[in-house]
């Protein structure tokens, strides 16, 4: 008889322990595929906007239908707002793509990714949107805009101009120096405004090759002596293990057609946003991207 209820409390713990670990499969499984996909969902209706856009204006999409970084975009908000207004600058925030139509995507100077992920435009935003940048639109890049979840060639190999491999798992955050290239314009306002090294934490991005190659020109490089870049999830990714070597630049920037592209690949979480040095990095990168020097 005991052996019997023995069997039985066996059977149901090995029943709970399957659904554990199958909830937990699932779990992990759709974690990875958002991240690697996202979950696309595209807005079409067009937005009742101030008619003060057009003059001096930014387009800041926080859209995620990858991985979201909800504390980076939350604290970045008001950050991006003051920088605004301290520079008399129109910033329109939003997380929604129908600004995206004819008549509205051209009132803006400038438009930034905000750790956008996934496929967040659909085939005819997509088209309108290159076609606002080689035409002398502006672009910038934050941190997750610069993942592998976009799915768009022109996006990755020409705005952004550099693939993205992984970030380190194992010591996720990590302290790095950032040392800044100086422009061949000796009064350019990266030269002037923005301080030679720092040190900040940060997620790290490797990206298969320095976007150096592809004709981009390097405002700061992450000097890897001492971070740790094993990007290996579980038994997922074990390969991920490497660097960039001499030469990881984190945010870059170079003229598309007549547009501008500004790439920074920092901006994971609040630690990151609250480094002064990292705001004004991002200042100057709106005020060179969005045309306003
Ligand atoms: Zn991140």
């Known amino acids: 008889m005991q052996n019997v209820i023995g069997m039985k409390i066996i059977k149901y713990i090995f029943i709970v322990l399957l659904f554990i670990v199958l909830f937990a499969g699932i779990a992990m ?7 690697k996909f996202g979950f696309n969902s595209y807005e079409t209706t067009p937005h009742t906007l101030d008619a003060k856009y057009g003059d001096k204006s930014i387009l800041l999409l926080s859209k995620t239908n990858g991985f979201r970084h909800g504390e980076a975009i939350d604290v970045s908000l008001p950050i991006f707002n003051d920088i605004a207004e301290s520079n008399d600058w129109n910033l329109y925030a939003t997380d929604d793509a129908g600004v995206f139509n004819a008549d509205q995507l051209k009132l803006f100077d400038l438009v930034i990714f905000n750790n956008a992920t996934g496929k967040v435009l659909n085939p005819d935003q997509r088209k309108l949107f290159r076609d606002y940048i080689l035409d002398g639109g502006g672009f910038l890049g934050i941190h997750g805009a610069g993942d592998d979840s976009h ?6 190999d020409t705005l952004i101009g550099a693939r993205f491999s992984h970030h380190p798992i194992k010591y996720h955050i990590q302290e790095g120096i950032l040392n800044k290239e100086m422009h061949i314009d000796s009064s350019h306002s990266f030269n002037v405004e923005l301080t030679p090294s720092f040190s900040i934490k940060d997620e790290w991005y490797v990206f298969y090759e320095s976007p150096r ?27 991920k293990d490497f660097g960039m070597g001499d030469d990881h630049p984190v945010v870059w920037y170079k003229n598309v057609g007549s547009g501008r592209s500004l790439y920074s690949a920092m901006g994971h979480d609040k630690q990151s946003w609250s480094s002064a040095l990292h705001k004004k990095v991002i200042e100057e990168g709106m005020r060179w991207a969005g045309g306003f020097d």
């Open 151 to 156: 799915q768009w060639e022109w996006y990755t």
């Open 213 to 239: 190659r592809t004709g981009a020109n390097i405002l700061y490089t992450l000097d890897e002596a001492d971070l740790d870049w094993n990007g290996a999830l579980g038994p997922f990714y074990k390969e």
């Open 29 to 35: 499984g759709a974690f990875i595929y958002k991240a």
